[in-house]
């Protein structure tokens, strides 16, 4: 059984953590355990320690507040701070980024899956044959959409963007509907977590 890599927190850099931590490799989970809080992070470099070779000294990405993180803290690696809930556990909830509720319910249980994930292959990708219907006839009709495709929609301020996407969510023909909310205004979150279906998830960050 291989154990956990520990280590300390050496000083911070801005919104960033340097820490000594052994074996630390870039992409890994870690955890900063302060007295009052622990904060989860990823490494995002690493480099040579500048008192002993062998030592490995990495920088932190955290995914909150540093407030009550000091040096000397504990530092351990923790692969699950990068996994999040998978499955119908999360159909009709709202989680942010971490995986932790925001709609004031109980964690979600269930199984965790790994935020980064394999790349598919160009050769493995089936092409978008299939038709999405989302509800809104002006879209079904002369701009239909292809099931598995990317799509983008811009435009001015209050020009109908965020109704449109409602009218999507509410119409569109899948069994589960997934609402990323990224640097969104908070009572735009506030909105769509209070008129959340049990079909859908929001993920707000």
Same mark, same amino acid.
């Given at each position: 059984?291989?154990g956990?890599?520990?280590?300390?927190?050496?000083?911070?850099?801005g919104?960033?953590? #340097?820490?000594?931590?052994?074996?630390?490799?870039?992409?890994?989970?870690?955890?900063?355990c302060a007295?009052?809080?622990?904060?989860?992070?990823?490494v995002?470099a690493?480099?040579?320690?500048a008192?002993?070779?062998? #030592?490995?000294?990495?920088l932190?990405a955290?995914?909150?507040?540093?407030?009550?993180?000091?040096?000397?803290d504990?530092?351990?690696?923790d692969?699950?701070?990068?996994a999040?809930?998978l499955?119908?556990?999360?159909?009709?909830?709202a989680?942010d980024?971490?995986?932790?509720?925001?709609?004031?319910?109980?964690?979600?249980?269930?199984?965790r899956?790994?935020?980064?994930?394999?790349?598919?292959?160009?050769? #493995?990708r089936?092409?978008?044959?299939?038709?999405?219907?989302?509800?809104?006839?002006?879209?079904?009709?002369p701009l239909?959409?292809?099931?598995?495709?990317?799509?983008?929609?811009?435009?001015?301020?209050?020009?109908?963007?965020?109704s449109?996407?409602?009218?999507?969510?509410?119409?569109?023909?899948a069994?589960?509907v997934?609402?990323?909310?990224?640097?969104?205004?908070?009572? #735009?979150?506030?909105?769509?977590i209070?008129?959340?279906?049990?079909r859908?998830?929001?993920?707000?960050?």
């Amino acid at each position: 059984m291989i154990g956990r890599s520990v280590g300390a927190v050496v000083a911070t850099r801005g919104h960033l953590v #340097e820490a000594e931590l052994p074996f630390a490799r870039i992409g890994d989970g870690v955890r900063v355990c302060a007295r009052d809080v622990a904060v989860n992070a990823r490494v995002v470099a690493v480099s040579a320690g500048a008192a002993r070779a062998h #030592e490995t000294r990495a920088l932190l990405a955290p995914f909150g507040s540093l407030a009550g993180v000091a040096s000397g803290d504990r530092v351990e690696s923790d692969p699950s701070v990068l996994a999040l809930p998978l499955g119908t556990p999360l159909l009709g909830r709202a989680i942010d980024a971490a995986g932790d509720p925001l709609d004031g319910q109980p964690v979600p249980r269930g199984a965790r899956v790994a935020v980064a994930v394999p790349l598919q292959a160009l050769s #493995e990708r089936r092409p978008c044959t299939e038709l999405f219907r989302t509800g809104v006839r002006a879209i079904d009709g002369p701009l239909a959409f292809g099931r598995g495709a990317r799509i983008g929609v811009f435009g001015s301020p209050g020009s109908g963007k965020s109704s449109l996407l409602d009218a999507i969510v509410r119409g569109a023909d899948a069994d589960a509907v997934v609402i990323g909310l990224i640097g969104e205004r908070g009572r #735009e979150a506030e909105r769509r977590i209070a008129a959340l279906d049990e079909r859908s998830t929001i993920v707000c960050a």
